[in-house]
């Protein structure tokens, strides 16, 4: 699966939007996009996946350029909830042996 | 739906001991289920790959004999630390993706380990 960079942390006003970058840029045809993210002490939760198009949900939006090199998740109204670690992880679809190979993530602090 | 529970949340264990850590599918059969650990402020690393009525593939550099897994059932698959000791205090978790259709992964709530 491609390798995916993120910055390491981010800030954001609480009520404002988040916006997290994810550079994918080996990422092949058929590798979608998954972001998950951890809360302190839980496991991850799924948040959305998309291949080429941009996707929305009731949690968030992902926002995927046309060369497919990087992407964008949006937390539209960031609360304070929202703080995490937020995980971009390429992964074919529809492989039962493929499993999500976690990195580093961006970890994002929501502030009052 | 897709809700994956773990048990125990938390255990403490003196060393030496065997704990077993059961992650259950609730309201999905889950083929695959998945074992990971998360040591403090890392990422979570995947220890191995359990399918239903076959044994585990363990990831480079996981023991085996030592982190045990069993895939009884659609919806229950086991991870029991044997011998642990105080390095394998960690935070494991497990998921599961369901069987038909969905590459998605479902995770637990994890499992805090610490052996004395």
């Known amino acids: 699966d491609a390798k995916t ?7 954001c006003a609480e009520g404002r939007a ?3 970058p994810c550079n994918h840029s080996t990422i092949s045809g058929n590798e979608y996009v998954y972001w998950y993210r951890q809360i302190h002490s839980q496991g991850p ?4 996946h998309g291949l080429k198009n941009n996707e929305t949900n009731e949690m968030a939006s992902l ?5 497919r090199k990087s992407s964008t998740l949006i937390l539209p109204h960031a609360t304070l909830r929202d703080t995490a670690v937020y995980y971009c992880i390429a992964l074919k679809k529809n492989n039962a042996g ?10 994002l602090m929501v502030k009052p | 739906g897709a809700v994956v529970s773990q048990h125990p949340s938390r255990v403490i264990c003196k060393s030496g001991t065997s704990v077993k850590i059961e992650c259950r599918s609730l309201d999905f059969q889950a083929t695959t289920m998945f074992w990971y650990r998360q040591f403090p402020k890392q990422s979570l690393m995947l220890m191995a790959t359990s399918n239903e009525g076959s044994k585990a593939t363990y990831e480079q550099g996981v023991e085996k004999d030592k982190f045990l897994i069993n895939h009884a059932s659609l919806t229950l698959s086991t991870l029991t630390v044997t011998s ?5 205090s960690s935070f494991y978790i497990c998921s599961a993706r369901p069987h038909r259709g969905h590459n998605e992964q479902f995770f637990g709530p994890g499992t805090r380990l610490t052996v004395l």
């Open chain 1, 63 to 67: 926002i995927i350029t046309e060369d």
């Open chain 1, 45 to 48: 939760q799924y948040i959305i």
């Open chain 1, 18 to 20: 988040a916006n997290l």
């Open chain 1, 98 to 107: 493929n499993m999500l190979t976690f990195g580093g993530g961006t970890r």
């Open chain 2, 84 to 88: 642990a000791h105080p390095e394998d």
């Open chain 1, 5 to 11: 960079t993120q910055p390491p942390s981010m800030d």
